[in-house]
Structures are given as structure tokens and as C-alpha cells.
Antibody, heavy 126, light 107 residues
Framework: EVQLVESGGGLVQPGGSLRLSCAASGFTVSSNYMSWVRQAPGKGLEWVSVIYSGGSTYYADSVKGRFTISRDNSKNTLYLQMNSLRAEDTAVYYC????????????????????WGQGTLVTVSS | EIVMTQSPATLSVSPGERATLSCRASQSVSSNLAWYQQKPGQAPRLLIYGASTRATGIPARFSGSGSGTEFTLTISSLQSEDFAVYYCQQYNNWRRTFGQGTKVEIK
């Protein structure tokens, strides 16, 4: 059974740092495409970042240069290192396992998010 | 960035009635379009991918259609458990984007 369990959320001051973890079971993180998606209180979903099985990483413009997605193959865990946090980063952060590559006009991209964790709340406030 | 626009923002429907939700992309996303359902306090759940393929375990009353820039999610006969917020998402490139959501509420 596929399971994703996020942890590491909490209250942090503006300008601070936090590292989120997403422990996976039932599959191998390094063989899959994994994403982070966030949801500000009362708002919609916002894609944050993706890591490909080959190691390539991509970020939303809103977090590029501040957030880093990574994985630890020995722990089968996905991470999101968040630096220089701002009030607008306050959200529930979900990790997700994406589908296999689908064909696009520019080559290929991971499929949609088939499996989601329960989310972890990050609050950025003084 | 591809902008996804959903309409309406809120849809009031009686149980047993049909609900039709729309999603428009600012440029073609081919059939690389997914629909998610989210209930309060829960993670999103994938309903439809490839614009029209139901995910595992999703009831047949949910159906998706469209390609290019215009997409539709239809719930043929609303059940009590279907009242939720629905999001479309394009994954035609790595910079995937969501619509702002449509809330389906009880009329």
C-alpha cells in the first residue's frame, strides 16, 4: 500500500528556515516523480516543486532560489528545505507521488499526482 | 505559465441532479488535464487524468471530457459525499498549474 507521511511543519519567524520531510512506504521514492504542493488557508492549490526520478528538479517562480527539493534514497524520504520564509509561504504542504511520464509537444512530463500525503502546516509569523 | 480558469466558482446542486464543471486553459494542454476532489481537512484526491480516464476506485458517475483548452467534469447524479471543492490541473509541462477551484454545494 502506498503511503506518504509529511512532518516538519510548525511556526517559524519571517526570514527563518524549515525542512519538511515526506516518508514514503509501498514504493521507492528514487524511482518515481515526486512533487510538493501547498495550500494557503482558505485558498486553492499551488504547485511548488518536482523532482524527477533522474534527479532533475523544478520550482515555481514564487519559491525558486529559496526552496530546495531533495530525497534520501536510504531513508526513502522526500524533503523540502525552505529558506528565507515569508508570510505568504504560510500553507499546508502536501507531498505527492506523480504518475509516469506522459508525452507532450516539448517531450515529456510527469503525470498527475496519484497519491498524496495528509499535509503538514507551516506558519510563518512573528 | 499556463493559466487555468474554472467556472463557476460555486455550483449549487440538489442531490441526484447533474453537475457540470468547466475548466479552460490559456493555451493548449492537449489531454494532459486532471481533476481532483478535495473535502474540508483532507488532501486532494485524483478523480480524472488524461482529461477523461477515471482513476482507480472512482465511481462511474464522474466523467471528464475535452482537449486542447476546454475541459468539462460531469457528475451525473450527485451523492451526498460529492459535495466538495474540485480543481483542474494541467501537467502539459513541468510548471504544472491548478485552477482556482469550483465549490459544489448543496442547494
Amino acid at each position: 500500500e502506498v503511503q506518504l507521511v509529511e512532518s516538519g511543519g510548525g511556526l517559524v519567524q519571517p526570514g527563518g528556515s524549515l525542512r519538511l520531510s515526506c516518508a514514503a512506504s509501498g514504493f521507492t521514492v528514487s524511482s518515481n516523480y515526486m512533487s510538493w504542493v501547498r495550500q494557503a488557508p482558505g485558498k486553492g492549490l499551488e504547485w511548488v516543486s518536482v523532482i524527477y526520478s533522474g534527479g532533475s528538479t523544478y520550482y515555481a517562480d514564487s519559491v525558486k532560489g529559496r526552496f530546495t527539493i531533495s530525497r534520501d534514497n536510504s531513508k526513502n524520504t522526500l524533503y523540502l528545505q525552505m529558506n528565507s520564509l515569508r508570510a505568504e509561504d504560510t500553507a499546508v504542504y502536501y507531498c505527492a507521488r506523480d504518475g509516469a511520464i506522459v508525452a507532450t509537444t516539448t517531450g515529456g512530463t510527469p503525470g498527475p499526482s496519484f497519491y498524496w500525503g495528509q499535509g503538514t502546516l507551516v506558519t510563518v509569523s512573528s | 505559465e499556463i493559466v487555468m480558469t474554472q467556472s463557476p466558482a460555486t455550483l449549487s446542486v440538489s442531490p441526484g441532479e447533474r453537475a457540470t464543471l468547466s475548466c479552460r486553459a490559456s493555451q493548449s494542454v492537449s489531454s494532459n488535464l486532471a481533476w481532483y476532489q478535495q473535502k474540508p481537512g483532507q488532501a486532494p484526491r485524483l478523480l480524472i487524468y488524461g482529461a477523461s480516464t477515471r482513476a482507480t476506485g472512482i465511481p462511474a458517475r464522474f466523467s471528464g471530457s475535452g482537449s486542447g483548452t476546454e475541459f468539462t467534469l460531469t457528475i451525473s447524479s450527485l451523492q451526498s459525499e460529492d459535495f466538495a471543492v474540485y480543481y483542474c490541473q494541467q501537467y502539459n509541462n513541468w510548471r504544472r498549474t491548478f485552477g482556482q477551484g469550483t465549490k459544489v454545494e448543496i442547494k
